[in-house]
């Protein structure tokens, strides 16, 4: 079954740091572009960024919300996407959902096929 | 940035035709994409590429995509079927995805 279980969630004050983890299974995680999106509470989808596979050179692209405060990187060889949360606000606070892009080499698509369920982030003091 | 424009909310009876719009600008030239989201699940992929349906989304959801306004009619509307739904597309100028604000689904 392709599946994506997200985790590293919960609570941290504002200005501080947390480290979310995504852990795919059932397709080769190392062909896929992934995106990290998030969903505050009871607000719309919010796209946060993209890591794109090895062979586009890994290259990341982020909202501007997030930009310099929010770094996407990927373990091929341990299959985790991970998504390294700095200088939080507590408009950060979300659902953040790892979600895999659609298509391998040579057709890559630009809609996502398969969302992780989410996991908790908070800020507050 | 491209921004991707959705009622807030549509009220559909059961069985009858729900059409759920999502402007911007020239967005006949882009592909749109459609997700449903029910109430503390995870998106479902039902349309990609303006018309195109996943494997295992029923035939009453259909796509179309016009110079100013891509749609996603449900026909013969279930119970089953209220949601939150959101359009998509990929911004090739800023290499980012755009969401629509949602819509939110209520059956009658």
């Known amino acids: 079954e392709v599946q994506l279980v997200e985790s590293g969630g919960g609570l941290v004050q504002p200005g501080g740091s947390l480290r979310l983890s995504c852990e795919p299974s059932g397709f080769t995680f190392s062909d896929h572009f992934m995106d990290w999106v998030r969903q505050a509470p009871g607000k719309g989808l919010e796209w946060v960024g993209r890591?794109?596979?090895?062979?586009?050179?890994?290259?990341?692209k982020y909202a501007a919300s997030v930009k310099g405060r929010f770094t996407i990187s990927r373990d091929d060889s341990k299959n985790s996407l991970y998504l390294q949360m700095n200088s939080l606000k507590t408009e950060d606070t979300a659902v953040y959902l790892c979600a895999r892009v659609a298509g391998t080499y040579p057709y890559y698509y630009d809609y996502i096929d398969i969302w992780g369920k989410g996991t908790t982030v908070t800020v507050s003091s | 940035s491209y921004v991707l424009t959705q009622p807030p909310s549509v009220s559909v009876a059961p069985g009858q035709t729900a059409r759920i719009t999502c402007g911007g600008n020239h967005i006949g030239s882009r592909r749109v994409h459609w997700y449903q989201q029910k109430p503390g699940q995870a998106p479902v992929l039902v349309v990609h590429d303006d018309t195109d349906r996943p494997s295992g989304i029923p035939e009453r959801f259909s796509g179309s995509n016009s110079e100013y306004t891509a749609t996603l009619t449900i026909s013969r509307v279930e119970a089953g079927d209220e949601a939150d739904f959101y359009c998509q597309v990929w911004d090739s100028s800023s290499d980012h995805v755009v969401f629509g604000g949602g819509t939110k689904l209520t059956v009658l």
């Open positions: 890591a794109r596979n090895k062979a586009n050179s890994y290259i990341t």
